[in-house]
């Protein structure tokens, strides 16, 4: 006996046609905003790069920035065939770090073909992207004199090791508070391959994931979710000893370099470094074994005109000072071996270089605001707080300038 079924197909087809047709719109339209938004990102980081250009190029100021926005608008044109219907925003920001930044928000309104007939559903729907660049007047990372390393927070030839870069490094659902682990606000680059390889996967926070007092919590799975961690970097083309052999040395070789001999004179405290300070002195070669610096209060001089200490041999560099009214200190150590940084809590405001040992830092709670790099290893021993700052600079008349998208979230934005 047959049985005859065609109602029931005619019924299934009744009761998908609608999913079908949800899913069909769901592919249609979902791929339509991914590509309108490809192509608006796109003219977002085009329009920022090119203001960071004008910017650098110009006597633009954050209040007051014509060519930036001029040259935002063109190439938002170049990369975008609808830029008349574009909702825009440009802001410039001078960090902390002696970072300008300059960010362009686009704002676009997509239409819907297939989910606006859904209820609640309207006829278009807005997307947005972000474009951002910092950039620093008469920077570059391929600077003559080698100066260009310390626009990155460190830079080491071999390992980079925080002791309390995280807590529960084995549990990223563990909640981070800044009273317990380091933050790192700047570019950390190895120059080996290989040493980044091993470090790639480490995680290390920025100071932004625990907000702007620093009291908030966040886990590592929601800061990777904000983008709020700060992943190592490599560049093979780095030669960190190039900073010695073209300006150290000729600091070494000048006459005005104060040159101390004497080995009477191992401990070097605040008040010696002030009293040459006061003299004129901006550089100071010890040549001399075991020396040991103690700096319980700031370097009289200008902030804006850092105080460089070259040594052979150093025991310690303590410090527990707060450096940021006083001049910075570059402070290089040309040994093959350690150079070991103790600070208890204070501000350090400086450069640190070794081009051929390694720097370890026992960081107690304290505040960084500079550059190291090493041509060894870099050792952080316990907490510090590290805000990347280029003490050296490069020569303005140079006329180069290093421009790089960023991450808006680098910095804060009103």
């Known amino acids: 006996m047959k049985t005859y079924q065609r109602g029931a197909v005619f019924t299934t087809v009744a009761f998908l046609l609608p999913l079908i047709m949800i899913f069909t719109g769901l592919v249609v339209d979902f791929g339509n905003l991914y590509i309108h938004h490809s192509r608006l990102q796109n003219a977002a980081d085009s329009a920022a790069v090119a203001g960071g250009y004008a910017y650098v190029g110009s006597e633009d100021t954050p209040d007051n920035h014509p060519y930036t926005n001029d040259a935002a608008d063109e190439y938002t044109r170049k990369n975008h065939p609808k830029a008349d219907e574009l909702d825009y925003l440009y802001q410039v920001r001078e960090a902390e770090t002696k970072y300008t930044y300059f960010k362009v928000t686009l704002w676009e309104n997509v239409p819907l073909y297939f ?40 830079t080491m030839g071999n390992n980079f090791g925080s002791v309390n870069s995280i807590q529960n490094p084995d549990n990223y659902n563990i909640y981070q508070y800044k009273n317990n682990c380091s933050t790192y606000d700047g570019d950390m680059v190895y120059t080996s391959k290989s040493n980044y390889e091993n470090g790639k996967d480490n995680i290390y926070l920025r100071g932004a994931a625990f907000g702007e007092d620093g009291n908030s919590s966040i886990t590592v799975n929601q800061a990777k979710n904000r983008d709020l961690l700060n992943p190592v970097q490599y560049d093979g083309t780095i030669d960190i000893t190039k900073y010695y052999h073209n300006a150290v040395e000729k600091m070494l070789a000048s006459e005005s370099t104060y040159k101390i001999t004497d080995q009477n004179q191992q401990n070097a405290s605040s008040y010696s470094l002030s009293s040459l300070s006061d003299q004129g002195v901006d550089v100071i070669y010890y040549n001399i074994p075991n020396l ?117 979230n680098e910095t804060q934005w009103e």
């Open 292 to 408: 040991n610096f103690n700096l319980t209060e700031a370097i009289s001089g200008s902030s804006d005109d850092p105080l460089y200490i070259i040594c052979d041999n150093i025991n310690n560099f303590n410090t527990s000072a707060n450096m940021l009214n006083g001049r910075p200190i570059i402070l290089i150590y040309l040994g093959s071996g350690s150079i070991w940084i103790n600070c208890n809590g204070g501000t350090f405001t400086g450069d640190i270089y070794a081009p051929f040992g390694s720097v370890n830092v026992n960081d107690n709670r304290f505040i960084f605001y500079g550059s190291v790099a090493a041509g060894q290893n870099i050792q952080l021993q316990s907490q510090g707080y590290y805000i990347q700052t280029n003490y050296i600079g490069s020569s303005p008349e140079d006329g180069k300038s290093e421009i790089r998208l960023v991450d808006s």
């Open 115 to 154: 989910l606006r007939y859904l209820p609640f559903i309207d006829n278009e729907v807005e997307i947005s992207a972000v474009g951002c660049v910092r950039f620093r007047r008469g920077s570059s990372s391929a600077d003559d004199n080698g100066s260009g390393i310390f626009d990155n927070l460190f």
